[in-house]
């Protein structure tokens, strides 16, 4: 297969349409799609410090890197990286690699003590690495265990811890995981481990590839559906 764009040989296929796109191509693309996310959401501001939560997983990987190209240029922002540590012997050695090559300032940080953390460095907001998967499996999560107003947590933006902390940016959340390994694999990002998620999470996140499968574009809608119970919550709330 042959890039729609230039010709070149193609990594990969546009859900829709069936052409394909290659390595250079489908980069721009995936990054057009989180710059407009942040875009859109107002997420990052001149002078903000933005603290990235790396887990060890590759979305965590992949946030940090696009953080970076974007924020470099402006001098008055800061980035650094938080390594969480969850308590079960997790191991950071090619994630301090990465922020030592790419010049991000990294701290191990437990992760009850993250909120501490990014007070005590002066971090303005804290970057979660959420994919679309993510978000998606929260709303539905959430509907299911009848609790629909922490619906509105979800979003490009919510508290870190939910209602009581800093804010927290998701700047991945429009981005499929499938696309999120595609990207760090083609650019070189240090792929990580998979998510830590409880067995409910794990059966909720197959529910919806199930459903992607059997009727692609699902994950979207169920995001654009999600998107528009939030902004209903919230009119009802301000009137
Ligand atoms: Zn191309």
């Known amino acids: 297969m042959n890039c729609l764009l230039c010709g070149k040989s193609a990594v990969y296929e546009l859900r829709h ?11 721009q693309l995936f990054e057009r799609k989180v710059k407009k996310t942040i875009r859109q959401g107002g997420l990052l501001g001149k002078g903000d410090h933005i603290l ?14 696009i953080l970076n190209d974007i924020m ?18 997790a ?15 990294h701290n191990l940080v437990q992760f009850g003590k993250v909120k ?18 993510d978000e998606v499996k929260n709303s539905l999560k ?11 947590k979800l979003g ?9 902390g800093i804010s927290a940016i998701k700047v991945l ?11 760090a694999e083609l650019n070189e990002i240090p792929s990580g481990r998979f998510k830590i998620t409880g067995p409910e999470d794990r059966q909720l996140r197959q529910m919806i590839d199930t459903l992607e499968r059997m009727h692609p574009g699902t994950k979207y809608q169920m995001l654009a559906s999600t998107d528009d119970i939030r902004k209903m919550l919230s009119e009802k709330q301000s009137s």
């Open 17 to 27: 349409s069936g052409h394909w796109l290659c390595k250079k191509h489908f980069t």
């Open 116 to 133: 501490d953390f990014a007070l005590k460095c002066g971090a303005s907001k804290i970057a979660l690495s959420d994919d679309v998967e």
């Open 72 to 89: 470099r240029p402006n001098p008055k922002a800061v980035l650094s990286a938080a390594l969480v540590d969850d308590g079960f012997g």
């Open 91 to 105: 191991e950071f050695s090619r994630e301090s690699k990465y922020c030592e090559s790419i010049g991000v300032e």
């Open 173 to 183: 959340r429009e981005v499929s995981d499938a696309d999120i390994t595609l990207y």
């Open 52 to 65: 990235v939560l790396l887990d060890g997983s590759t979305q965590s990987m992949v946030c940090l890197k």
């Open 142 to 152: 959430a509907l299911l265990e009848f609790r629909p107003h922490d619906i509105e």
């Open 156 to 164: 490009e933006t919510t508290e870190y811890p939910p209602k009581k």
